[in-house]
C-alpha cells in the first residue's frame, strides 16, 4: 500500500510539473523528487525513523567533540607546517592581483539586487552596478542577460582592458529558480569533447564528472555565450578568457571551463566560495586552470550527497555502539578541546580514522580545482588574512559545529574584501621593505 501510495506521489509530481512548468523547471523539480524519494539509495542513513531523537542529539554531540579532538591532534602532533596545512603559503603575486581583481567581478555578478541585499549599496540598475563594481566602461559591456531560469544562471560578458581579459562572470543563487539548480546535485559524466562538437575539431576528449545541476547551467550558458565570446577573442587575439563566479555561479563557472577549455587556450577560472562541484579523480575537481578561493567555515566547501551520507551513518554508529559514544564524551569533556590530554586525542584521531575507513566512504564532490584556503580576520578591515594552497580532501567531511549553517560566511562581499584588503597588505609590506 505504502509503495503504491509513493507511485501515486510521483505521478501527481511528474504531472504537475509537466503541466504547469517550463521544460527545463520540470525536469529539475523530477529530479529533485527522485532524489528525495531515493535518499537512502544514495547511503544517507533515516536517522529519525530509525533511532530516538535523545540517541540522535547525544550521537551529534559526540561526534562533533570527536571531529574537532581529531582536528586538534593532527595540529598539535603535525611533524611541520606543511602536514598541518596540506602546502605552503601563496606567494605567486600575479595570482593574488587577480584573485582580489576578479572578486569584484564575481561579486558584481548578482547586480543592484545582490548589491542591496547583501551590502546595502544601492545602483540604478544592473549595468550601472556592474561598471561601478568592475571599473569597466559601459561601452565594455559586451553582453548581460541578468534573469536567470532554471539550469541557466544570469551572466555578463566584459572587456577588462586593464589586464587584457574578456572576462564571463556568472551569477550564484538569488533566486528561487537558482535553488532548483542547485539541488540537481547528483552526479553525471559527461565528455567535453562531445558537448562542444559543434566545435569539432579542437582539443582531445576530457572525461569528466560533476553536479547535474551545475553541467546543465554550464551547457545553458555556453549555448548562449560561446559565439560572443569566440568573436571577442577572435578581434582581440592579445586578450584571454577569464570565467569568474561566486557560489553557484563558482560551480558553473568551473564546468564551463571544463566544457572550453580545449577551445579557447590560456582559460582560466577564478572561483569564489565555490560548492562542491565533483568527485576528486575527475574534471573539474582535479583541472589546474581553475583556481578555487574558499573561506573558512564556508558551509558549502564540505557539503554534496556523500557527505550527507556519511555523517549520517556515523552518527547511526553512534546511536547503535553506546560504549563509543559515553567514551568519546568522557575524554572530551574537559573544557576547551586544546585543554585534552595527548592521550585522548590521539585516541579521538584513531577513532575518526577508523569511522572514516570503515563507514564514512560515500562518493563524494569536492570544491573544484586548486583550491586556496582563506582564514584569519576575513570580517572587517582590520587583522590579517591568509590564503594557502591545500589539497581537495581537506573538504572530506562535513563538519558539525554551531555555526555550520552560518551563510555570512558564504556571501561574495566577504571574499570581495577580504583579497582586497590581503591584495594591499601585500603591496604595503613590498613597499616597506
Known amino acids: 500500500q505504502a509503495f503504491g501510495k509513493a507511485i501515486s506521489h510521483d505521478r501527481v509530481v511528474d504531472e504537475l510539473a509537466t503541466k504547469l512548468l517550463s521544460e527545463d523547471t520540470a525536469k529539475a523539480v523530477k529530479n529533485i523528487n527522485d532524489i528525495l524519494n531515493k535518499f537512502s539509495d ?76 547583501l551590502s546595502g549599496r544601492l545602483h540604478l540598475g544592473d549595468l550601472k552596478t556592474l561598471v561601478a563594481r568592475t571599473g569597466v566602461e559601459e561601452s565594455d559591456v559586451i553582453d548581460a542577460n541578468w534573469n536567470s531560469r532554471t539550469h541557466r544562471p544570469a551572466y555578463f560578458i566584459v572587456r577588462d582592458n586593464s589586464r587584457k581579459n574578456i572576462v564571463l562572470g556568472i551569477r550564484g543563487t ?26 569539432s575539431g579542437y582539443g582531445d576528449t576530457n572525461q569528466a564528472k560533476a553536479h547535474q545541476g551545475m553541467l546543465e547551467a554550464a551547457r545553458k550558458v555556453s549555448q548562449q555565450a560561446l559565439s560572443t565570446v569566440a568573436t571577442q577573442l577572435a578581434a582581440h587575439p ?3 578568457l577569464v570565467i569568474v563566479g561566486h557560489s553557484l555561479g563558482a560551480g558553473t563557472a568551473a564546468v564551463l571551463g571544463t566544457l572550453w577549455h580545449d577551445i579557447f587556450p590560456g ?5 569564489y566560495g565555490s560548492p562542491c562541484v565533483g568527485p576528486l579523480a575527475y574534471s573539474p575537481t582535479n583541472s589546474d586552470f581553475i583556481v578555487s578561493v574558499i573561506g573558512e567555515g564556508d558551509p558549502f566547501a564540505n557539503l554534496s550527497l556523500g557527505h550527507i551520507a556519511d555523517i549520517s551513518n ?19 569533556k574537559r573544557g576547551a578541546i586544546a585543554d585534552i590530554p595527548d592521550e585522548d586525542l590521539l585516541w579521538c584521531q584513531e577513532q575518526m580514522n577508523k569511522l572514516r575507513h570503515e563507514k564514512m566512504t560515500y562518493d563524494k564532490f569536492f570544491p573544484p580545482g586548486r583550491v586556496l ?8 578591515d582590520n587583522g590579517e588574512v591568509t590564503l594557502r594552497e591545500v589539497d581537495n580532501a581537506v573538504f572530506s567531511d562535513l563538519i558539525l559545529h554551531a555555526s555550520m549553517f552560518d551563510l555570512s560566511r558564504h556571501i561574495p562581499n566577504r571574499y570581495e574584501a577580504a583579497l582586497a584588503r590581503l591584495w594591499r597588505d601585500v603591496q604595503n609590506e613590498i613597499t616597506t621593505n
Not at 542513513?45 to 582536528?71: C, E, G, H, W
Not at 582559460?267 to 572561483?271: D, E, G, Q, R
Request: hydrophobic share 45%.
Open 42 to 117: 544514495h547511503g544517507v542513513v533515516d536517522l529519525f525513523q530509525l533511532y530516538p531523537t535523545k540517541d540522535i542529539v547525544m550521537s551529534v554531540l559526540a561526534l562533533s567533540r570527536l571531529q574537532r579532538a581529531a582536528n586538534e591532534s593532527s595540529v598539535r602532533f603535525a611533524s611541520n607546517e606543511k602536514d598541518e596545512i596540506g602546502h605552503s603559503v601563496i606567494a605567486d603575486m600575479a595570482l593574488l592581483s587577480d584573485l582580489a581583481h576578479y572578486a569584484a567581478f564575481a561579486n558584481a555578478a548578482y547586480g543592484w539586487k545582490g548589491g542591496l541585499a
Open 174 to 199: 538569488l533566486s528561487p529558480r537558482d535553488v532548483l539548480t542547485d539541488l540537481c546535485c547528483t552526479a553525471e559524466e559527461f565528455d567535453a569533447a562531445s558537448d562542444n562538437d559543434s566545435r
Open 238 to 240: 592579445d586578450f584571454k
Open 267 to 271: 582559460l582560466a577560472v577564478f572561483a
Open 314 to 332: 556515523a552518527i547511526a554508529i553512534l546511536c547503535e555502539n553506546y560504549e563509543l559514544r559515553n567514551e568519546i564524551l568522557a575524554r572530551t
Open 373 to 380: 584556503f582563506m582564514a584569519g580576520s576575513t570580517f572587517g
